[in-house]
């Protein structure tokens, strides 16, 4: 009753109403900028799909991340429209480099452009591939870091051990570059972690030398 009407495949569509609704979550939670525009574009085969679910499941998510944990997709569209958003969608069906993506750009209050996409690998896998520019293979997890850090050797290992002496464990890491940044200056770091974290032990791995930037991911 309260789902909109939709005409597509629900297997191939349901996982990436899922990642959808994490890639609106996550952009609010790691820049937390208002945006006055979003554009989704669906690349392959997504673009021969009837995406308008994944669509009201990314504006769900921006909601979400915006502190409404009380939307859903009855009134999804209502709100995104008294916050004054708008919601571009868009289809091709060129492949660049995965079968299936979708590509994010917000618009910000402050004029600028910042772009996520991310791709399901076999039946449920949620990938993040690309984040604000730099480019990724994450599998998305319930609990992330995600740190801005100089690229630079043991910036990464401090981390770990300020975790582990906290007895959180690290379910899996990744970093990546701007593939436009050729001085390697900076990397983005995800790190998955298992165990709620604490506003004391971010404050301590905010201090270590070389990390600039670090915030707290949750999906669940």
Known sequence: INMPAFSGDMATIKPYTSLAEKLGMLYFQAENVPVKKVEVLYRGGLAQQDTGLI???????????????????????????????????????????????????????????????????????????????????????DTILALQNDDVPGVIGKIATILGNNNINIASMHWGRKPSD??????????????????????EIASVDGVNRISVLEFN
Do not use: W
Not at 56 to 75: A, P
Not at 93 to 121: A, C, H, P, Q, S
């Open 55 to 141: 669509t009201l499941s990314l504006m769900k998510g921006m909601l979400q991340g915006m502190g409404n944990q009380h939307v859903s997709y009855v009134n999804t569209e209502e709100e995104i429209k008294e916050c004054g958003i708008e919601v571009v969608e868009n289809k091709t069906t060129e492949i660049m480099k995965y079968n299936d993506l979708i590509e994010v750009k917000f618009f910000t209050d402050d004029n600028r452009e910042l772009e996520l996409k991310g791709t399901v690998f076999g039946k449920d896998t949620e990938v993040l591939v690309s984040f604000f520019g730099y480019e990724m293979n994450f599998e998305l997890a």
């Open 182 to 203: 050729e001085t390697g200056k900076k990397a983005q770091s995800f790190v998955a972690i298992e165990q709620p974290i604490t506003d004391e032990i971010l404050e």
